[in-house]
Every structure is written in structure tokens, then in C-alpha cells.
């Protein structure tokens, strides 16, 4: 049973930073690619930013530059860096593991 637990959402003012953090278990972490995606009320889940299992990334042309994210296969944990934080940003949260299992989603705020 694969079990992926986010945590590190929270309310923040415009122009601040916090950092996601997504644990999994029962998984072989290591060789799976992993993902944020986000969903804002009213639209659909997009993706946020990826890392393969080689480690190449890629990410939203509205977060490049702002975000980042790492992942430690050590800890079993995928991490989102979010920095410059606009209003637009607020939405929940998912962390995704080779593109089939999910988190249960993290609620972040950006505050004008």
C-alpha cells in the first residue's frame, strides 16, 4: 500500500516562502518520477513542477525561477521550494508519484 503524506502548507504573505515536503512509503521511491501539481477553486489540477528519477526537472513557465524542486531518495521525500509567492499561487497541493499514486493535498494561501 503506497502511502504519500504532504505536509508544510499554510498561509503566507505576498513575496514570502514556504517549502512542501511529501514522504512516501511502499513504493520504490528511487527509480519513480515525482510532481507537484496544484488546484486553485474553479480550475482544473495543473502541473507544478517535475523531477525524473535521474533528476532532471521541469516546471510551469508561471513558477520558473520561483520554485524548485528536490527530492531525497535517502528519506523517501519530494520537496517544493516555493519562493516569491504570488496570490496567484494559492491552491491545494498534490504530490504525485509515477503519475499514479497521489497525496491527499496541502492547502497554501498567498496573501496580497
Known amino acids: 500500500q503506497v502511502q504519500l503524506v504532504e505536509s508544510g502548507g499554510g498561509l503566507v504573505q505576498a513575496g514570502g516562502s514556504l517549502r512542501l515536503s511529501c514522504a512516501a512509503s511502499?513504493?520504490?521511491?528511487?527509480?519513480?518520477?515525482l510532481a507537484w501539481y496544484r488546484q486553485a477553486p474553479g480550475k482544473q489540477r495543473e502541473l507544478v513542477a517535475a523531477?525524473?528519477?535521474?533528476?532532471?526537472?521541469n516546471y510551469a513557465d508561471s513558477v520558473k525561477g520561483r520554485f524548485t524542486i528536490f527530492r531525497d531518495n535517502a528519506k523517501n521525500t519530494v520537496n517544493l521550494q516555493m519562493n516569491s509567492l504570488k496570490p496567484e499561487d494559492t491552491a491545494v497541493y498534490y504530490c504525485?508519484?509515477?503519475?499514479?499514486?497521489w497525496g491527499q493535498g496541502t492547502q497554501v494561501t498567498v496573501s496580497s
Open positions: 504525485n508519484v509515477a503519475s499514479y499514486w
Open positions: 511502499g513504493t520504490t521511491f528511487s527509480i519513480s518520477n
Open positions: 523531477i525524473s528519477y535521474r533528476g532532471s526537472t
